[in-house]
């Protein structure tokens, strides 16, 4: 099953932007999941198992990193493109 999903990420700290565009750039390493980017969110999609693997692993890479952090996610099984 493919799945989409709309995540933002919202460091509770004063340099922000580090942080946003480090789980990023992480999240395009992955060749299993598709990423896009806009202004407000990013975008992943691909099968269910490969992303919930890359929120996992990417997620917890940055809870470790940023001590106060806050994901923003919303997730859509059966997305209408890709």
Request: no cysteine.
């Amino acid at each position: 099953m493919r799945v989409a999903v709309d995540i933002s990420l919202y460091p509770l700290t004063e340099e922000f932007l580090t942080p946003i565009k480090d789980v990023i750039r992480r999240f395009k390493a992955h060749d299993s999941v598709d990423v896009e980017t806009n202004a407000m969110s990013t975008q992943i999609r691909g099968e269910y198992d490969a992303v919930m693997n890359v929120l996992r692993a990417e997620m917890r890479e940055t809870f470790e990193q940023v001590p106060k952090a806050v994901f923003a996610i919303r997730i859509l099984n059966n997305p209408l493109s890709n």
